[in-house]
Structure formats: structure tokens, C-alpha cells
């Protein structure tokens, strides 16, 4: 039976880097990446004002039944079907994506430490940590660029919900890391300390 492949999981608020250090892994050790994002349950049943009024910054707004089931079928090499979400509509795709493991795969998003049952699965897990400040600047301007928002909206949100659900929920995580990184820090280095503690693992 083959090995199973190593997964590298990747915690912290929304904005610190979570996935330029992702890209960045992926190319150096010829990994693919795995976003929570696609989990988000899917809203079609509710009317789009209320769908907008929803807490996306809550473990419970993304299906991590599926996102663990599908994770542990693809460190046995399994092939998957990943769902697909729309960010604009708050809607998932009827379409879905195929998904081939490769011999490492990097598992990305806000929550990706938060779950017991997801973090078992994990060789090296890392957090990648900044201020609230500096997350929103980089928040607004990926919302506003790839998923439609208003600056405005973007702020309002980051108030209400994003910056409370991550001092509750995401930032506690921390404790669980393997390797800790701070968003600011050069991201040549945050991919040696991870790639260096993946070895050290993969030698055992």
C-alpha cells in the first residue's frame, strides 16, 4: 500500500498571509493547495439580503464534515470532488472540481487548526500571525479585487464580525501551531522554517 501523502495545514486571520505563504510552499515543494473558502455552506435557500446579514467569520458557516472527510480520503490518495463557491451570491456551484493528491498537499484557511478531528490529520501546522490593522488593509483590498465588495462593506464587516470571531475562534489556534510565523516577516524565510520542519518530519 502506498505512503500516505504529508499535509501541511495553514491557520491564522483573515489577511496575515495564510495564502501567499501557501503559493509560495507550493511551489517549492510541488504541492498543491486546499482552501477552506470552497466549505462555505451553501446559502441558495435563503433570500440574498439574508444571506449577506450571515456570520462567515464562525467555524459553523463552513461544512467541516465535508472539508474532513474529503482531506482524510486524500491522504490515502484518493481522488475527491471539491465544491465549488461563489462568493458574490453566497451560493455553491452545482459544479463541482476534480482534485488529484499530489505527494504533498497544504490545506489553507482561517479555521484550519481549530478542529480536532481536521488537526490529527496534519504533519506540520502552521500559524501565520499579524495585527488587526495591517489584516484589514489586506482584506479590503482582496474583497474589493476578487469578490465584489464595497470598501465600506468590507470595514463594517471586519467591526462586527471578523475581528471579534478571530480573538474567539481562530486566534487561540496559535497553540496549536508546529511553526509560527508573523505576515510581515520575509516570506523567503517563513518557507524555510516550514519546509524545515516538513523534512525533519518526513525523515522520521
Same mark, same amino acid.
Not at 463594517?156 to 478571530?166: F, K, L, R
Given at each position: 500500500? @502506498?505512503?500516505?501523502?504529508?499535509?501541511?495545514?495553514?491557520?491564522?486571520?483573515?489577511?496575515?498571509?495564510?495564502?501567499?505563504?501557501?503559493?509560495?510552499?507550493?511551489?517549492?515543494?510541488?504541492?498543491?493547495?486546499?482552501?477552506?473558502?470552497?466549505?462555505?455552506?451553501?446559502?441558495?435557500?435563503?433570500?440574498?439580503?439574508?444571506?449577506?446579514?450571515?456570520?462567515?467569520?464562525?467555524?459553523?458557516?463552513?461544512?467541516?464534515?465535508?472539508?474532513?472527510?474529503?482531506?482524510?480520503?486524500?491522504?490515502?490518495?484518493?481522488?475527491?470532488?471539491? @465544491?465549488?463557491?461563489?462568493?458574490?451570491?453566497?451560493?455553491?456551484?452545482?459544479?463541482?472540481?476534480?482534485?488529484?493528491?499530489?505527494?504533498?498537499?497544504?490545506?489553507?484557511?482561517?479555521?484550519?487548526?481549530?478542529? @480536532?478531528?481536521?488537526?490529527?490529520?496534519?504533519?506540520?501546522?502552521?500559524?501565520?500571525?499579524?495585527?488587526?490593522?495591517?489584516?484589514?488593509?489586506?482584506?479590503?483590498?482582496?474583497?474589493?479585487?476578487?469578490?465584489g465588495r464595497t470598501t465600506e462593506s468590507v470595514m463594517?464587516?471586519?467591526?462586527?464580525?471578523?475581528? @471579534?470571531?478571530?480573538r474567539r475562534f481562530v486566534r487561540p489556534t496559535i497553540?496549536?501551531?508546529?511553526?509560527?510565523?508573523?505576515?510581515?516577516?520575509?516570506?523567503?524565510?517563513?518557507?524555510?522554517?516550514?519546509?524545515?520542519?516538513?523534512?525533519g518530519r518526513r525523515r522520521r
Open positions: 500500500m @502506498p505512503a500516505q501523502i504529508y499535509l501541511i495545514g495553514i491557520a491564522g486571520p483573515s489577511g496575515s498571509g495564510k495564502s501567499f505563504l501557501a503559493r509560495h510552499l507550493q511551489s517549492t515543494l510541488k504541492a498543491e493547495v486546499l482552501e477552506l473558502d470552497r466549505y462555505y455552506r451553501d446559502l441558495s435557500h435563503l433570500p440574498p439580503a439574508e444571506r449577506a446579514r450571515m456570520n462567515f467569520d464562525a467555524p459553523e458557516a463552513l461544512e467541516h464534515e465535508l472539508l474532513i472527510e474529503q482531506v482524510a480520503r486524500l491522504r490515502g490518495r484518493e481522488a475527491v470532488q471539491l @465544491p465549488v463557491y461563489d462568493f458574490t451570491t453566497h451560493t455553491r456551484s452545482d459544479r463541482m472540481e476534480p482534485f488529484q493528491a499530489s505527494e504533498v498537499v497544504i490545506v489553507e484557511g482561517l479555521f484550519t487548526l481549530h478542529w @480536532p478531528g481536521l488537526r490529527e490529520l496534519l504533519g506540520t501546522k502552521v500559524y501565520v500571525d499579524l495585527d488587526d490593522d495591517v489584516c484589514l488593509t489586506r482584506r479590503t483590498e482582496r474583497d474589493v479585487r476578487e469578490r463594517e464587516q471586519y467591526e462586527a464580525t471578523v475581528a @471579534p470571531m478571530a497553540a496549536h501551531a508546529d511553526v509560527v510565523l508573523t505576515g510581515t516577516e520575509p516570506i523567503e524565510d517563513g518557507v524555510a522554517r516550514v519546509v524545515e520542519h516538513y523534512r
